[in-house]
């Protein structure tokens, strides 16, 4: 028998390992051997699976082996797993005493211990990562990476404070997803369970100290409501950029560098502000991230948002973003590249801001990451700036503090497309403006220069040109204007609530090259067919030329025309497309269509759906689901309009998924469950096989147990009882189901259904 390739991930690296039995020991060896030195003994290496259903597990024999079979390895499958970054306190952590080394929490298994570190980044001080070696660390500030990163931000005005600042630890912050039904019932407890959250000014978030002491634990709270999408953490300057936006329900959003998705979330949030389960979202919202793997576990996240149908995730190079096309009718003619509203490049960076985070981190820091960062920002903003509509809004983000990486990128960018492009003030969020001095330092800080010309003198070598680490563009910009407007950007320092943050706001003035001015109305259909006749009247005035190549052009065009108004006419003769396009999402299957909209009574007709009392389907936004065959989707209407004009994207996911895989070894539609996050859009508009239960029937179903109903086999939803809730809920709460031998039981995740039960139960 061939063996089994097994990926193994560490970090960012992954490397591919032969096994030809699921043993742990074994592949404990294998990957001491290639990390040798990196681990005390192999045995502490722990592997975590992540199963499709989202949950995380620390692989002993018995759930590798599990994993083996689902990824069916013994029939060529590959299977993927990663090394646990917390490695040392599981090790150390022995059976009877899985406790959390920083926070004291305790815990009743190996895995809820890891996901509680991981989630709130409690690594044990000192411990690296990945490694049971427990060497006494030398004390942060006397480490190679401080100095040198205190050399390079001395001249920062206030900048003993700032370092002084920074050793404070950062405060938790916390916000409610709004739609989410469980999102207040969930912000209750916690704020009853700790009244020291405290409420974060200008921010609809809550801030809940680093250290504050473990017991019936509000961290555990935390995590639990955020396992059953009721409450989203994320650090408070990283809400800042979406609130700048100002992002409206129908606009086209793009978010260029979204992974792990925490304003992706909000950006949902907003685009989905008031909108109720199955109403049809107008905006888009593409986001993208070149690391599949961040992607995936983005994915889980958006996934869970009651409202994502806007969302289309795409995994690529974001220097590379694809111009992607909108046409109803699918054909190629009139197909017009899409232009957003609003696009959110919060890019990679040294991420310095977040020392306060995790100190540790503050050791690593060299110059030459944040030299490196430079190109690839400027690279990133460059493109989301080609993509915006005029009148549109770029946001600029960093969680680093150097110029380097910030104004630089800023400047470098205003420099270059001139009067195209402006940066708005924003005094809101400005707790320093922007540099328009600094300095540059070599990768290993040996020195540093203050303009280009310094550099020239030098040593002409260092340039990129010529091999070398430094670009023009990282100096303080020459022209006096730009470097005066740089002063608009926004610098958050890490103090109170914050870390370090960096913002730019940037307009579009001008519609581009031609420098045509740009449309008056808002809305994408306006701009739409602006462009259309923009096009047109092109067109015309080339017609219109003189000379032999005009008159040429001027036929052409006229024999296109009469070929296209032939082709229009066959269309509403036999309903037939010529020169078809393809959409980038497939039409959904027909098989599965149809048993859906039968299976559950699903109404597409508005008049009958509301005589009925249910919401009418809208199945003409049901389209294929790029991530699970025979899969369908909800979108909102730009996704579906979505066509393929050049190449084809990477898309990971698009809208909400309405079927999730159950496992079963059949071809039948109805082998499919109802994914859980689908449940409250699907109850809103069924006429059938939607159950109400009473609460002690939907408590057993949370824990797992079957509930007996005489009903025929395959997929249902249950619906709670309003009435018999045990605690205050507003909106209707689903639960995805499946009626088998033993009775109606859920088929949500049991992370899922624990976190509801948790919070619901009295
Ligand atoms: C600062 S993080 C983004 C955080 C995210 N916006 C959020 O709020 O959760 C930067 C992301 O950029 C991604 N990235 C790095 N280089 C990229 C590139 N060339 N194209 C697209 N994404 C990139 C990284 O994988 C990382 O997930």
């Not at 409610?176 to 369970?193: C, E, F, K, M, T």
């Amino acid at each position: 028998m061939e063996p089994a390739q097994i990926c193994v991930a560490s970090g960012s690296s992954e490397r591919l390992f032969a096994c030809h039995a699921p043993s742990v020991l074994e592949l404990q060896r294998q990957v001491a051997a290639v990390f040798e030195g990196v681990w005390a003994s192999a045995s502490d290496i722990r592997f975590v699976w992540r199963h499709k259903n989202g949950e995380s597990q620390i692989c002993d024999d018995a759930s590798f082996a599990k994993a083996w079979q689902t990824s069916r390895c013994d029939r060529g499958g590959s299977l993927k797993l990663r090394i646990c970054e917390n490695s040392h306190q599981l090790s150390s952590a022995l059976a009877p005493d899985r406790t959390c080394g920083r926070c004291g929490q305790e815990f009743s298994s190996r895995n809820q211990l890891m996901r509680h570190v991981q989630s709130l980044g409690h690594y044990v001080e000192g411990a690296p990562k990945n490694s049971g070696k427990s060497e006494e660390p030398e004390a942060p500030e006397k480490q190679e990476g401080c100095k040198a990163w205190d050399l390079y931000y001395q001249d920062l005005p206030d900048f003993s404070k700032i370092r002084e600042l920074m050793r404070q630890p950062l405060p938790h912050c916390f916000k409610r997803v709004p739609a989410s039904p469980l999102s207040d019932l969930a912000l209750d407890r916690v704020l009853q369970l700790e009244p020291r959250a405290r409420p974060v000014v200008g921010l609809e978030c809550w801030a809940l100290d680093a250290e504050v002491p473990s017991g019936e634990s509000v961290w555990g709270l935390l995590q639990t409501a955020q396992d059953c999408g009721a409450l989203q953490r994320q650090e408070a300057s990283s809400m800042v950029p979406v609130t700048l936006l100002e992002v409206e329900p129908h606009h086209y959003v793009a978010d260029m560098c979204a992974a792990p998705a925490s304003k992706t979330l909000q950006l949902l949030d907003v685009m989905s502000a008031g909108a109720r389960p199955g109403e049809v979202a107008p905006g888009l919202l593409v986001a993208n991230d070149d690391n599949w793997s961040r992607c995936a576990s983005a994915l889980r996240r958006t996934h869970q948002h009651p409202q994502n149908l806007p969302l289309l995730w795409l995994c690529g190079d974001a220097r590379e973003f694809p111009t992607l096309h909108d046409h109803s009718a699918g054909r190629v003619r009139g197909a017009r590249k899409i232009r957003f509203d609003r696009i959110l490049c919060d890019v990679p960076c040294s991420g310095d801001g977040r020392l306060r985070r995790s100190l540790g981190a503050w050791a690593a820091w060299r110059p030459r990451y944040m030299l490196q960062m430079h190109y690839v920002q400027s690279a990133i903003l460059k493109r989301g700036l080609a993509m915006l509509k005029p009148q549109g809004r770029l946001l600029y983000s960093t969680c680093s503090m150097s110029p380097v990486e910030n104004e630089a990128v800023v400047a470098a960018a205003l420099e270059k497309l001139g009067g195209q492009i402006r940066l708005l003030s924003v005094e809101q969020w400005r707790h320093a403006p922007g540099l328009t001095v600094w300095r540059v330092p070599l990768p290993d800080g040996s020195g540093s220069f203050g303009s280009a010309k310094e550099v020239e003198a030098a040593d002409p070598k260092l340039w990129c040109t010529k091999g070398g680490p430094l670009a023009p563009t990282m100096f303080p910009p020459a022209d006096q204007e730009v470097a005066a407007s740089l002063r608009r950007c926004v610098r958050i320092t890490p103090c109170g609530d914050f870390g370090g943050f960096f913002c730019a706001l940037f307009e579009k003035v001008t519609p581009g090259p031609a420098g045509r001015p740009a449309p008056e109305a808002k809305g994408s259909e306006v701009d739409a067919r602006a462009q259309e006749s923009k096009a047109a009247r092109a067109e015309v005035r080339d017609a219109l030329g003189h000379g032999k190549q005009a008159r040429k052009k001027a036929e052409g065009a006229e024999e296109r025309k009469s070929k296209e108004e032939e082709e229009d006419q066959d269309v509403q003769r036999h309903g037939q497309t010529f020169n078809p396009i393809p959409p980038l999402l497939a039409a959904a299957p027909a098989a599965q269509l149809e048993w859906l909209m039968s299976w559950f009574g699903l109404i597409p007709d508005a008049a009958e759906a509301e005589k009925l009392g249910v919401r009418r389907f809208p199945v003409e936004l049901l389209r294929g689901d790029p991530s699970l065959k025979d899969g369908m989707i909800l979108g909102s209407t730009p996704i579906g309009r979505l066509v393929l004009k050049h190449a084809r994207p990477r898309v990971m996911a698009a809208g909400m998924p309405l079927l999730a895989d159950s496992g079963a070894d059949s071809e039948h539609p109805s082998r499919f469950d109802v994914a859980q996050e689908a449940a409250h859009v699907l109850a809103a508009c069924a006429t059938r096989r939607c159950e109400r239960v009473g609460w002690p029937s939907f408590a057993a179903m949370l824990r797992g147990e079957a509930v007996l109903r005489e009903l025929a086999a395959g997929p249902l939803i249950a619906v709670l009882h309003p009435d018999s809730s045990p605690r205050l809920v507003e909106e209707q709460l689903c639960l995805a189901g499946r009626l088998t031998s033993a009775g109606m039981v859920a088929t949500a995740s049991s992370t899922h259904r624990y976190s509801m039960l948790r919070l619901l139960s009295p």
